[in-house]
C-alpha cells in the first residue's frame, strides 16, 4: 500500500492527536499540506521528516463515513495511491467509501485501531494505565474505600461509625459520641466516603455560627473539602452580579450558622430548594421539641432534612432538652421507624430484656433454654424466625451458627434498639483519656452580695426586671450573684470584682500558673468582660476574652492567640465558648461559675476533655459559701457525680430532681439527705442503663470484631510501598519534578513540560507543594499535603489516565536469554464495564475490572505464569519508527492474536457479572426483609418504599446484564 502522500488520503499526527484525521490537501516532493477538519486546523510538514502515519483499516474493521453510515469492511482497493474500502453497511447493503469519505471525527482512541495504524506510547505510559486500572479495581473493593485519605489519627470507634454509616446509601443518623470523642471528624469521615463513592456531590453544614471557622478549617485541613461559607455578605455579592439566582446554588459544598438561616425565611427556602445529598447539622440539641411546640430551629431542619437524601445529626448530649426532642430529632432521620412517642418511651423502658438477648447471643456458644424463649419471644419477623431457627437447630455447623447469631445481633440492634440510627460512645469505653480531678476553693460571701439577694427575695417587680438580663428567672440566677449586682446597683456603686473573692483567688491562680495555659469559663458574657477588666486593672494581666458579643473574627483571633505557644495563657469564655471549640491543649479549667444543666457543664469540661488531651485535666472551682453555686456543686458533685466523670444518667436524674433541689434551696433546707436519695437513684438508674440501653448503644456504636480489621487494613495501606511506586513513574508520565525531603516526605514541582491538569484542586504555589506519604508525620506537619491513594493528586493522574487515550498502545522488546530472538508476544488489557445512571451506583457491585491476558503466538495465555511487573522489568523501549516497523510486519498475527484475546476475555465476563449480580441481590434482599419485617412492628412503613427497592433492584439487574468488555491496552512484546 502506497506510503507517498496523495491528496484525498488520511492521516494522523504523531505529534498532535487531538487534531484528529487528516486529509492531504496537497503534495509535493518537498512539502506536504494538511487539513484536519475536526479541528479546523491545516498545517504543512516536510515530506522527509513528516511526524505523521497513514491510517488504514483492514478487513473485520468498522469504519464510520462522513455522512454517518458504517460500513464492515471486507475487502479494499487503491487507485492512484487513494484506497476506498468495500463492505457490508449496517442495512445489510455493499458500498464503496472511498477514504477521503471517512468521518473526520474518527478518533483513533481503541487500542487496537491506534496500535495497527502505528500510534504507539511509551512503555511507561502503558504501565501507568495498567497500574491505574488494577488499582482502582482494587480500590472500590476495598473495605477502607474513603477512609484513607483524612489526616486524622486511626481511632477505633471513630472508624467503625464511619464505615458503618459511610457505605449506607443516604446515610440519616444521630452522631452522640459523648463530648470531644470526635463526632466533627465522624461526620467529615463520612462525608467523604460518600463523596467518593459518588453518592454526594452537594452538602450543605449548619453549625452555631462560633464554630463556622473552626469547621472550616477542620474540613480543609484534614479532608482536604472546601467549602463556601454564606452568610449575608457573601448571598448579596453573589445577587448582586445576578439577583435571580439562588447563593446556595452556587457551591456543591456550602456551610452557614443555623441561626442565620432560620432567622431569614428567604434564605431558608432557598436553601431548601437548592436540594442535597448530605445535611450536616452541629450541636443538634438546640433543635427542640415537644408535642405542643417545635422551635423555628427545629422545623427548619426538618423541612431542609425533608429536601436531603442523607442527614447527619450531631450532639453530645441529645437528652439534653429532654427525651421528646431527643425522639423528635430521630424522627427527623427515620420518619417511619419514630412515629409515636409513647412507644418510643415503652421502647427505652424494654431495652433491658433486648440487651439481655443480645448478651445471650453474644456470650452464649449454645443458647439456653431461658434464652431462646425470651429470642422467641422478641423476634417476629420470618427472617428472624428462620435465623433462630438455623442456630439452634442441632446440625447446624459452627460457621453456619456464626453467621446466624451476627445477623440476629444485628436485627435485634436494627428493629428494637436505636442501633440504626443513634451512635454513641462513650469514656469509659475509649482508651487514652488520663480522667479529670476537682478542686474546690471556697470564699467567703461578701455583704454586698447578701444585701442585693436579699433584696430581691422581698421584690417581685425586681425579679421580673433581672430575669430576662440573666437568662434564668429567681430564684436559680441567684447563682450568677455578680449579674444581680450590677444590674440592681447605681452606675456609680463599686464594681462587683472590687469585693468578689473569687476574683483576687483567679488573680493569684492566673499569677501562679503563668507557664500553663488556663481557660476560664462563666455563664455570661458581661461576667467575662468584667473579669479581664478586673484583671488588667488589679494585676495587669492583659487575657483575651471569647463571648457572643464580639464578631467572628474577633473570636477566632482571640482563640487563636490562646491556642499559639507563645501566645495568652488564658482565655476568658462565656457560654459559647463552652460548645464544640478545641482547647485540649490546655489542662487547667476554671469553672468561675457553674451552669444550671448537667449537660452544659460536660460542654464545658469537654473542652478539654476531648481526644488529644495529654495529661489528666484540673478542674478548679472557686465558689462562695452556703451561696446557689455552693449548692450548685454538691448537686452536682454527690448528686450527679457528674463532674469528675461523666454521667450517662445525669440528664435525666435532672429532669427527675432538678426542681426538689431549688424547692429546698429556696427554703434553705439540708441538702444531705436529699443528694443521699439522688445519689442512690442515679447508682439504680446507672446500672439499668448499663443493663439496657447502654449496652445496646455501646454495641452497635463500636463493633470492636469489626473497626479492629478496618484499623489493620488502613495500617498496612500507609506502609504500602507500591504507592510510592506509582508516584515515581505518574511523575515521569506527567512530567512532575520531585526531590526527596526525607524518608516519607517529599516536594513536587511543575516540570518543564508537566500537563495543565495535574495539580489540579491541590492547593500549591509556582514552587509546587511538599506531601507525605506518613499519616503520623501528616499529624505533626500542617505544611506537609497528607498522599494516599485517595488524594486529588493520584485522582488526577488516574482520571487523566484511564479517560484518555494515553499509553493504551506500546510496542516494547524483551531481553531473556531464555527466549529466543525474535519470539512475539502479545499483552492484551480489557476492562469490564456497565454503563448506567449514576444514581444506580453500579460500581458497588461491579467496579472497574482489567482482564489481563499474555498471548503467544500459538494464542496460549501466559498472564497466570508471568506477572505484569516480573515481565515489565524485563522490557526495554523501542523506538517509535522500529515500533511502526515492528507492527507493520507482524499486522496479521497481531490483528489474529487480538480477535482470540477478545474471545477470552469475553469468556471471563459472565462469571464476573453473575458474581455482582449474586452481591447485588443478597444486599437489596436484606434490605427488602428489613423493611417487611419493621412494617410487622410499625405500620407506618409503606409499601411504595419496598416498591422502591425492587425498582431499584431490578435497574441493577438489568443494568449488569448490559457489562460489556472492551480492549483497553494492547503492547507488543518482541525478544530481542
Ligand atoms: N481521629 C482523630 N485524629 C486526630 N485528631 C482527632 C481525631 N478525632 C478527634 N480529634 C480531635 O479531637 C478534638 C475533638 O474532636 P471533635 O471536635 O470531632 O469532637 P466532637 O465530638 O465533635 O466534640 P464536641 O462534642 O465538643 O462537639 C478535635 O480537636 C479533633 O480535631
Redesign the pocket.
Known amino acids: 500500500m502506497s506510503s507517498v502522500f496523495a491528496p484525498g488520503q488520511r492521516w494522523i499526527s504523531d505529534a498532535e492527536q487531538d487534531l484528529g484525521l487528516g486529509l492531504v490537501l496537497a503534495a509535493d516532493l518537498r512539502s506536504v499540506t494538511l487539513f484536519f477538519p475536526a479541528a479546523d486546523e491545516t498545517r504543512c510538514y516536510s515530506t522527509q521528516h513528516a511526524p505523521l502515519t497513514r491510517l488504514l483499516f483492514a478487513e473485520g474493521d468498522v469504519i464510520e463515513s462522513h455522512a454517518g453510515w458504517r460500513l464492515q469492511v471486507d475487502d479494499l482497493k487503491e487507485i492512484d495511491g487513494h484506497v476506498i474500502y468495500i463492505g457490508e453497511t449496517e442495512d445489510g447493503d455493499w458500498r464503496e467509501l472511498p477514504e477521503a469519505q471517512l468521518s473526520h471525527r474518527l478518533r483513533l482512541q481503541q487500542a487496537k485501531d491506534r496500535l495497527l495504524t502505528g500510534q504507539v506510547d511509551r512503555n511507561s505510559w502503558f504501565n501507568l494505565r495498567y497500574l491505574t486500572l488494577s488499582q482502582q479495581e482494587r480500590l472500590h473493593q476495598s473495605p477502607v474505600r474513603g477512609l484513607r485519605a483524612p489526616r486524622?489519627?486511626?481511632?477505633a470507634h471513630?472508624m467503625y461509625i464511619a464505615h458503618e454509616v459511610g457505605k449506607r446509601f443516604a446515610p440519616r443518623v444521630l452522631l452522640a459520641?459523648?463530648?470531644?470523642?470526635?463526632?466533627?471528624?465522624?461526620a467529615g469521615l463520612i462525608l467523604q466516603q460518600q463523596r467518593i463513592q459518588g453518592r454526594c456531590q452537594r452538602a450543605l453544614i449548619l453549625v452555631p455560627e462560633p464554630l463556622l471557622h473552626q469547621w472550616l478549617v477542620?474540613l480543609m485541613r484534614?479532608f482536604n473539602l472546601h467549602f463556601s461559607l454564606l452568610d449575608d455578605a457573601h448571598c448579596e455579592a453573589l445577587e448582586e452580579e445576578d439577583p435571580s439566582l439562588n447563593p446556595f446554588e452556587q457551591s456543591q459544598l456550602v456551610i452557614c450558622a443555623l441561626d442565620w438561616l432560620i432567622d431569614d425565611p428567604e434564605r431558608l427556602q432557598q436553601a431548601e430548594s437548592a436540594t442535597w445529598d448530605m445535611l450536616i447539622v452541629?450541636?443538634a440539641h438546640h433543635l427542640r421539641w415537644t408535642p405542643d411546640y417545635a422551635s423555628p430551629e427545629y422545623l427548619g431542619v426538618q423541612s431542609l432534612a425533608e429536601h436531603s437524601r442523607g442527614v447527619l445529626l450531631?450532639t453530645?448530649t441529645p437528652e439534653q432538652l429532654g427525651i421528646e426532642s431527643h425522639f423528635a430529632r430521630l424522627r427527623l432521620l427515620d420518619p417511619a421507624r419514630y412515629t409515636d412517642l409513647e412507644r418510643f418511651r415503652a421502647e427505652e423502658a424494654d431495652y433491658q430484656s433486648i440487651a439481655q438477648a443480645v448478651r445471650a447471643l453474644l456470650e452464649g456458644q449454645n443458647l439456653s433454654a431461658q434464652d431462646q424463649a425470651l429470642l422467641q419471644a422478641k423476634i417476629h419477623s420470618d427472617d428472624s424466625q428462620e435465623l433462630l431457627a438455623t442456630l439452634c437447630h442441632p446440625e447446624t455447623s459452627a460457621e453456619q451458627k456464626q453467621s446466624a447469631r451476627t445477623q440476629l445481633i444485628e436485627h435485634l440492634l436494627d428493629r428494637y434498639g436505636t442501633g440504626r440510627v443513634l451512635f454513641r460512645n462513650r469514656r469509659a469505653h475509649v482508651q487514652g483519656f488520663a480522667g479529670r480531678t476537682l478542686l474546690t476553693y471556697p470564699q467567703s460571701m461578701p455583704s454586698a452580695y447578701q444585701e442585693v439577694l436579699h433584696q430581691l427575695a422581698q421584690d417581685e417587680t425586681a425579679q421580673e426586671l433581672v430575669d430576662d438580663a440573666c437568662k434564668a428567672s429567681w430564684p436559680l440566677n441567684a447563682a450568677y450573684p455578680e449579674r444581680l449586682y450590677s444590674l440592681l446597683q447605681a452606675e456609680e456603686a463599686e464594681p462587683w470584682w472590687q469585693f468578689d473573692p473569687r476574683l483576687n483567688w483567679l488573680l493569684d491562680f492566673l499569677l501562679q500558673e503563668q507557664d500553663e495555659k488556663v481557660l476560664v469559663i462563666c455563664a455570661h458574657a458581661q461576667t467575662a468582660i468584667d473579669l479581664t477588666e478586673a484583671l488588667r486593672i488589679l494585676g495587669g494581666l492583659y487575657v483575651p476574652v471569647f463571648h457572643e458579643g464580639m464578631s467572628i473574627i474577633e473570636r477566632d483571633s482571640a482563640a487563636a492567640w490562646f491556642a499559639d505557644d507563645e501566645g495568652a495563657p488564658a482565655l476568658i469564655c462565656s457560654e459559647i465558648g463552652s460548645?464544640?471549640?478545641?482547647f485540649?491543649f490546655a489542662r487547667h479549667l476554671v469553672l468561675f461559675d457553674l451552669p444550671l444543666h448537667p449537660d452544659q457543664l460536660e460542654?464545658r469540661i469537654?473542652?478539654l476533655d476531648?481526644?488529644?488531651q495529654k495529661h489528666q485535666i484540673q478542674v478548679h472551682i472557686p465558689y462562695l459559701q452556703a451561696s446557689w453555686q455552693h449548692a450548685l456543686l454538691t448537686w452536682y458533685d454527690q448528686g450527679l457525680a457528674c463532674i469528675r466523670q461523666p454521667s450517662a444518667a445525669a440528664a435525666t436524674l435532672w429532669h427527675r430532681y432538678f426542681a426538689t433541689f431549688c424547692q429546698r434551696q429556696e427554703r434553705a433546707q439540708a441538702l444531705d439527705v436529699f443528694l443521699q436519695e439522688v445519689a442512690q437513684a442515679r447508682e439504680h438508674l446507672t446500672e439499668e442503663l448499663d443493663q439496657g440501653r447502654n449496652t445496646l448503644l455501646e454495641l452497635s456504636s463500636n463493633r470492636s470484631h469489626l473497626a479492629q480489621p478496618l484499623l489493620a487494613a488502613l495500617a498496612a495501606e500507609d506502609k504500602d510501598p507500591e504507592l510510592r511506586e506509582y508516584l515515581e513513574l505518574a511523575f515521569d508520565v506527567f512530567g512532575v519534578d520531585s526531590d526527596d525531603l526525607d524518608e516519607h516526605s517529599l516536594h513536587v514541582r511543575p516540570g518543564k513540560e508537566m500537563q495543565a491538569d495535574a495539580f489540579a484542586n491541590i492547593r500549591h504555589d509556582e514552587e509546587g507543594f511538599s506531601l507525605t506519604l506518613s499519616r503520623q508525620q501528616a499529624?505533626a506537619r500542617e505544611d506537609l499535603q497528607f498522599v494516599t491513594w485517595e488524594h486529588p493528586l493520584i485522582e488526577n493522574f488516574m482520571e487523566r489516565t484511564s479517560s484518555t487515550q494515553m499509553g493504551n498502545s506500546a510496542v516494547a522488546t524483551l531481553k531473556n536469554p531464555k527466549i529466543p530472538a525474535g519470539t512475539l508476544l502479545v499483552e492484551l488489557i480489557y476492562r469490564v464495564a456497565c454503563s448506567a445512571p449514576k444514581a444506580l451506583n453500579i460500581e458497588n457491585f461491579l467496579p472497574p475490572t482489567g482482564i489481563r491476558l499474555l498471548l503467544d503466538t500459538q494464542g496460549r495465555n501466559l498472564a497466570a505464569s508471568v506477572s505484569f511487573k516480573g515481565l515489565s522489568r524485563q522490557l526495554e523501549w523501542v523506538k517509535k519508527s522500529v515500533a511502526r516497523e515492528v507492527v507493520k510486519m507482524r499486522a496479521p498475527i497481531l490483528r489474529e492474536l487480538i480477535e482470540q484475546g477478545d474471545k477470552l476475555a469475553q469468556a471471563e465476563m459472565p462469571t464476573l457479572v453473575e458474581k455482582a449480580q449474586t452481591q447485588m441481590h443478597q444486599q437489596l434482599e436484606q434490605e427488602i426483609a428489613r423493611l417487611h419485617a419493621l412494617q410487622q412492628i410499625n405500620t407506618c412503613i409503606r409499601e411504595e418504599e419496598v416498591q422502591v427497592l425492587k425498582i431499584r433492584q431490578q435497574a441493577l439487574a438489568e443494568a449488569l446484564n448490559q457489562t460489556q468488555v472492551h480492549l483497553d491496552a494492547i503492547r507488543v512484546i518482541v525478544a530481542a
Open positions: 486524622v489519627d486511626l481511632i471513630q459520641d459523648e463530648v470531644g470523642l470526635g463526632k466533627t471528624i465522624e477542620e484534614r452541629d450541636e450531631l453530645a460548645e464544640g471549640r478545641n485540649q460542654q469537654g473542652r476531648r481526644i488529644g499529624l
